[in-house]
T-cell receptor
């Protein structure tokens, strides 16, 4: 069974640009969450989607947005990039709403560098 | 308060020793407490998890101890091996009664097991 796939794995952008990251969850998983990982802040929750609906959102500015498609694939977008947006962006999938098993399956992440 | 406090930030243990990582939380709405292990270049992966109605859970060399009244939980790695060298994250699951899946992560502990 294929795991969570994130693309691209690495990318470099300059300040002011925008970026779109993609995530394909494990087959059958309908919940997709996004996390930002930085050395100083650890793993910070961005948002979660289930059945194309955003169910929860973390404390990030409106420049961070996402969406989920009918096949459960998800994208996140960051507009007007800032230096502080440099991070590893992790996507995680889980089976369904209320799975409540504590288990998220993470991809290997997209490493974003903003110059 | 949706925070999970984790310590120490880094830990060096000799092969065969015991590694202990501690976490504390304040929000009593958390209802599941997983630990994730992350190797360089990889996404976090679920290691072991516990529910608040259980005081201890053991899986092989890994044990979670949970103190509900103190709102603290810890990970013990017995007979630590160089292959255990990784970053460990405690987390707390906020399920909102099943309506969503949101993990709050601790800041991580970088464990190095010396041969």
């Amino acid at each position: 069974k294929a795991g969570v796939t994130q693309t691209p794995r690495y990318l470099i952008k300059t300040r002011g640009q925008q970026v779109t990251l993609s995530c394909s969850p494990i087959s059958g998983h309908r919940s997709v969450s996004w996390y930002q990982q930085t050395p100083g802040q650890g793993l910070q929750f961005l948002f979660e989607y289930f059945s194309e609906t955003q169910r929860n959102k973390g404390n990030f500015p409106g420049r961070f947005s996402g969406r989920q498609f009918s096949n459960s694939r998800s994208e996140m977008n960051v507009s007007t990039l800032e230096l502080g947006d440099s991070a590893l962006y992790l996507c995680a999938s889980s089976l369904a709403a209320g799975a409540n098993t504590g288990e998220l399956f993470f991809g290997e992440g997209s490493r974003l560098t903003v110059l | 308060q949706q925070q999970v406090k984790q310590s120490p930030q880094s830990l060096i243990v000799q092969k065969g020793g015991i590694s202990i990582i501690n976490c504390a939380y304040e929000n009593t709405a958390f209802d599941y407490f997983p630990w994730y292990q992350q190797f360089p270049g990889k996404g976090p992966a679920l290691l072991i998890a516990i529910r608040p109605d259980v005081s201890e859970k053991k899986e092989g060399r890994f044990t979670i101890s949970f103190n509900k009244s103190a709102k603290q939980f810890s990970l013990h790695i017995m007979d630590s091996q160089p292959g255990d060298s990784a970053t460990y994250f405690c987390a707390a699951w906020l399920s909102y009664g099943g309506a969503t899946n949101k993990l709050i992560f601790g800041t991580g502990t970088l464990l190095a097991v010396q041969p």
